[in-house]
T-cell receptor, first 110, second 112 residues
Framework: GEDVEQSLFLSVREGDSSVINCTYT??????LYWYKQEPGAGLQLLTY?????DMKQDQRLTVLLNKKDKHLSLRIADTQTGDSAIYFC??????????FGSGTRLLVRP | DTAVSQTPKYLVTQMGNDKSIKCEQN?????MYWYKQDSKKFLKIMFS???????INETVPNRFSPKSPDKAHLNLHINSLELGDSAVYFC???????????FGPGTRLTVL
């Protein structure tokens, strides 16, 4: 079945760039998603990328997709303390069910 | 004007009890979901309903019974609660397919 993997923890200094990585298994995924979960809150869709794209940029966010290696990354430029959260990548399976990674906890140090 | 709301936010109960969690969405979506997030933050889908009909039922004990009285509501009833049921339960809704899923704030269930 599908499996989505992420590193569990990332710590950066305020103002630096953060790069969160994800590997997935289903090469037929049409979309790949990044969700953000702030402490005590639900998940919120941050951005997504269509599988025929290599890169998508949205303000401080850059998503890179390497389909050959089934690798997805999220880069946050000029990381702020408000970016501290857990970031989940997710891919849908054939029944549109979202398979989530384990989440990467991003800590931004002042 | 909350999009997806859940009640209660916190639920503390004894083992063996029966409890319900309610979810409502005012987005006009056709599809609603229940997810379970464990203490390590792993998030896994439990159920999905489309137009009040069950379309996804993962390997969940039959002590968990979802009910959708209408498109805007999806409730989760849990019988004979066990310690391992302690988790945060999230409701979500979407227009189905690959459309964005909107999540509720979660219900933290603690079974003592």
């Amino acid at each position: 079945g599908e499996d989505v993997e992420q590193s569990l923890f990332l710590s950066v200094r305020e103002g630096d760039s953060s790069v969160i990585n994800c590997t997935y298994t289903d090469s037929s995924s049409t979309y790949l998603y990044w969700y953000k979960q702030e402490p005590g809150a639900g998940l919120q869709l941050l951005t997504y990328i269509f599988s025929n794209m290599d890169m998508k940029q949205d303000q401080r966010l850059t998503v890179l997709l390497n389909k050959k290696d089934k690798h997805l990354s999220l880069r946050i430029a000029d990381t702020q303390t408000g970016d501290s959260a857990i970031y989940f990548c997710a891919e849908p399976d054939s029944s549109y069910k979202l398979i989530f990674g384990s989440g990467t906890r991003l800590l931004v140090r002042p | 004007d909350t999009a997806v709301s859940q009640t209660p936010k916190y639920l503390v109960t004894q083992m063996g009890n029966d409890k319900s969690i309610k979810c409502e969405q005012n987005l006009g979506h056709d599809t609603m979901y229940w997810y379970k997030q464990d203490s390590k933050k792993f998030l896994k889908i439990m159920f999905s309903y489309n137009n009040k009909e069950l379309i996804i039922n993962e390997t969940v004990p039959n002590r968990f019974s979802p009910k959708s009285p209408d498109k805007a509501h999806l409730n989760l009833h849990i019988n004979s609660l066990e310690l391992g049921d302690s988790a945060v339960y999230f409701c979500a809704s979407s227009q189905g397919g690959y459309n964005e899923q909107f999540f509720g704030p979660g219900t933290r269930l603690t079974v003592l």
